[in-house]
């Protein structure tokens, strides 16, 4: 049998992701990406169990954890450092969720690159995906499963080009080409928040635990990704496109007052190394994850208010998913059909929950007003047994890896 052709709209970590699994049961790939050189921007990301469960499926979470940093979640202050909700200091052992990977994301981007153009073809895989750059997807037709491939037009520079695939993956984001083309009636819708980022040098404030404040209307997290490096992000609503003359300046004046650790992490920032961007979202998420030949995968898919914390982590559980349910099946003889309703049966529901589950931890955290609104919110987090929070975490985070279905279909 043929070797079968996917074609990945995207190459960011969700894109890289999938890609990696197709190669490593045998597909052949190409990847598409806009942007005229392969790399990721931003800043860290702490990735959950769930999320290293997938990197671990894709053969590269030892990679992930040697470029970054394990550390424990500790709990939530408010806006002056005093503790709302304070979690135990248990072992991953006994308690994993409350333990994170924190990492650079063009650290992470650069561990699913390396995979994807390994040095030598790793013992399942069919080799190396061939990854074109400066690549502007103008046009899709899904296929049918059992019918017609599915066609990707693309254009590089003054050039058309056409691709048929047996199967299409969009994963070129929040804004996603694909995704249009399938559903045009959903759009991304301004989530109410902009975010400012920073990656700075250690400033000895902060340690191997994450520790997120909350105050009036905002957010301020900040975690270790290296030995030497500190992520922090400062989250606050305000209207959508508004500007500053100053990032630095707004920022600083927007969290002042607040813990030392936190004004202690703005201080250290250079104007050079803050980045921020409005925060948009899926409020009413898509139809479906599958329509033809196409999968749609991480924010093409699903895109999700950052307050859930699980953005890349659900990325990566779409990449593996995609191999176990899609890909291997498919290889093997199954249904294309079959495969992709199974895919969309056993992501769709599940990221909608962390969708919702997303906004509403921003209504009752972040996006809550100050006044009475605060002291009650913050006097009932304090007489919540941490062991509640902890139960919650555990019905986002608890994912493994689906087994592969064996067995051939029609």
Known sequence: MSKLTAVVAGGGIAGLATAVALLRVGWRVVVLERAPEFGEVGAGVAITVNGMAGLDALGVADAVRAAGRRIRSAGFQ???????VRMPDLPAEREPTLWLSAVHRQRLHAALLDAALPDVALPDAAGRARLITGATVTGVEPGEPGG???RVSYRTGPDVHVVDADLVVAADGLRSTVRAALFPGVRPRYGGATSWRAVIEDIGRIGDTFVAAWGPGAEFGALRISATQVYWYGYVTQAEGTSFDDELAAARARFAGWAPWVTGALAAT???QLIRHDVFHLPDGVPGYAHGRVALAGDAAHAMLPTSGQGVSTAVEDAVTIGRLI??????????????AGY???RRPRCRRIARQAVTIARFGAHL????????????LRVTPARVMITSGRSVVGWAPPPAPAGRGA
């Open 78 to 84: 408010d806006s002056g450092g005093r503790w709302l």
């Open 369 to 380: 007003p100050g006044g009475w609104r605060q002291t009650l919110r913050n006097d009932l």
């Open 148 to 150: 017609p491939r599915a």
């Open 327 to 340: 890909a291997t099946p498919v290889g093997g003889g199954a249904d294309l059909g079959a495969a992709l």
């Open 270 to 272: 250079m104007p050079d």
């Open 344 to 346: 969309d049966a056993a």
